[in-house]
């Protein structure tokens, strides 16, 4: 697939919110996708955020390789981020995001007399998780979510049950990827529109990388004797074990790429990290 470059006019608007609301919190939680830490990092952000206290959400780490995730976890800390491994749909590692929180506010308060709350900001690329969290910290649907990016619009501050106070922000992607490979990561796990992309050449990539890091996944989901050297053989393999077939037994490729891509980020194929740490 060519280069992917997504920059929305709103993604503009967002950096500039996250700079000026940047003095205003003590600090931010950033939230990435564990199947790929890296590629759903925005380096803008990095820079953005440089100095603040950070804690990194692992997010969806049900669906990512426990041992990768172990490894990444270890990685972060290294920098001196706090890292917790999150499943914000179901509410997992919640509990231990709030104790974090609370000593922090302890620490900000000790020895003053007035008693200030935590004010913190939430980033992250879209689609990665954060309307999620926001809902799970708030005890109600404050944040819109759902599996299409881009959903959360304009800035919005929340108060948490504690007092705690919470500033939630659009996802942002950055306008070129230096790396061609974070933007296929990023469109595999969801977080670039379906849309603008061509689905049956998206879940060909996805394959080619599944049979050489995940062979026995592909081969066991879809009950494939041996995989082909050929990603585009190991697809038509698939499509016809699903049925996929069109009038005049043509492929759907369509179909079956849409198919492979949905497996892939609900974790029915496995669990799969695709960025290792070196």
Not at 69 to 97: H, R
Not at 138 to 161: E, F, H, I, M, N
Not at 217 to 233: D, H, V
Not at 258 to 275: M, P
Request: with cysteine; net charge positive.
């Amino acid at each position: 697939m060519n280069n992917i470059n997504w920059y929305p006019g709103h993604m503009k608007k967002t950096r500039e919110l996250i700079e000026a609301n940047l003095k205003m919190v003590d600090l931010v939680i950033e939230v990435v996708d564990a199947r790929i830490p890296v590629s759903s990092r925005n380096p803008i952000i990095d820079q953005l955020v440089s100095g603040k206290k950070r804690i990194i959400v692992l997010n969806k780490s049900d669906l990512s390789d426990t041992k990768a995730n172990e490894k990444w976890t270890e990685y972060f800390k290294k920098d001196g981020d706090l890292v917790i491994q999150m499943n914000c749909m179901k509410g997992q590692g919640v509990s231990q995001l709030f104790k974090v929180l609370e000593q922090l506010q302890k620490k900000k308060n000790e020895d003053k007399a007035l008693k200030k709350p935590l004010r913190m900001m939430i980033v992250g690329v879209p689609n990665v998780g954060k309307s999620s969290l926001i809902n799970r910290m708030t005890g109600k649907k404050s944040a819109k979510t759902g599996d299409r990016p881009g959903v959360t619009k304009g800035k919005q501050w929340l108060a948490l049950q504690n007092g705690m106070q919470l500033l939630d922000t659009p996802g942002i992607l950055w306008p070129k990827f230096e790396d061609p490979k974070a933007g296929l990561n990023l469109a595999f796990c969801g977080s670039i529109k379906d849309e603008i992309l061509d689905v049956a050449d998206l879940a060909l990539e996805l394959i080619k990388v599944l049979q050489a890091e995940y062979p026995d996944f592909l081969k066991e989901r879809y009950k494939l004797n041996e995989l082909e050297e050929s990603p585009l053989e190991n697809m038509e393999a698939i499509a016809f074990k699903r049925g996929f077939i069109l009038p005049g037994k043509r492929i759907d490729y369509e179909r079956c790429g849409k198919t492979v891509l949905d497996e892939f980020r609900s974790g029915a194929i496995g669990n799969i990290t695709l960025e290792k740490v070196r």
